[in-house]
């Protein structure tokens, strides 16, 4: 959580886009006096992340997208979302309109190069499980990113990711990599 909040200034407001039950919230408000409001699918998880959140809503981002939010953010959070999800580009469109002038989309992907990837990979048994980085919402989604002016920062990427921001001509702000792990 430390990797991520370290892409936030104090005092931002942030829209935290499948917040969970508010751990990322919780420290930005605590710790950087950051004013979040989350967006959750899971009404269990939405009711705990609202003890730390000035506002939760409860969505799900590919039949109802970012729609129904109001305000301006000077940050847009996608953590581990925007690879489940078949409409990133539409969700992408809908956050640069809930940016303040200057503000910044911040997208945090998987990171796929993991040592029990490159095993599996190795020695054909690549499969798509029922949870974890390789679950089966990867299948099908395809993470594209909008283009336009918008600022995208990503703390994990991929080539793939870099050519799709590139070829949609983003301009991107800050890249940040976090070390591979051997065996976490």
């Known amino acids: 959580m430390l990797q991520r909040a370290q892409f936030f200034d104090n005092g931002e407001t942030v829209l935290d886009v499948g917040c969970g039950p508010g751990y990322l ?6 710790q950087k006096d950051c004013t979040v409001v989350g967006v959750e699918q899971d009404p269990r998880l939405a009711e705990t992340a609202r003890r730390v959140c000035a506002q939760v809503h409860e969505a799900n981002l590919e039949t109802e997208g970012l729609r129904k939010i109001q305000g301006k953010f000077t940050a847009i959070f996608f953590g581990d979302v925007i690879e489940h999800v078949r409409n990133a580009p539409e969700l992408l469109r809908q956050a640069a309109e809930l940016l303040e002038v200057g503000g910044r989309v911040i997208v945090s992907t998987p990171n796929f190069v993991h040592i029990k990837n490159r095993v599996r990979v190795l020695f054909g048994t690549f499969e798509y499980r029922d949870a974890g980085l390789l679950d089966r919402t990867h299948e099908t989604a395809r993470c594209t990113f909008l283009p336009g002016p918008t600022r995208i920062s990503s703390p994990i990427n991929s080539s793939s990711q870099l050519y799709a921001v ?3 001509w983003l301009q991107i702000q800050r890249l940040a990599g976090s070390p591979t792990p051997v065996l976490q």
């Open 25 to 30: 919230a919780e420290y930005l408000t605590v």
């Open 166 to 168: 590139d070829s949609a």
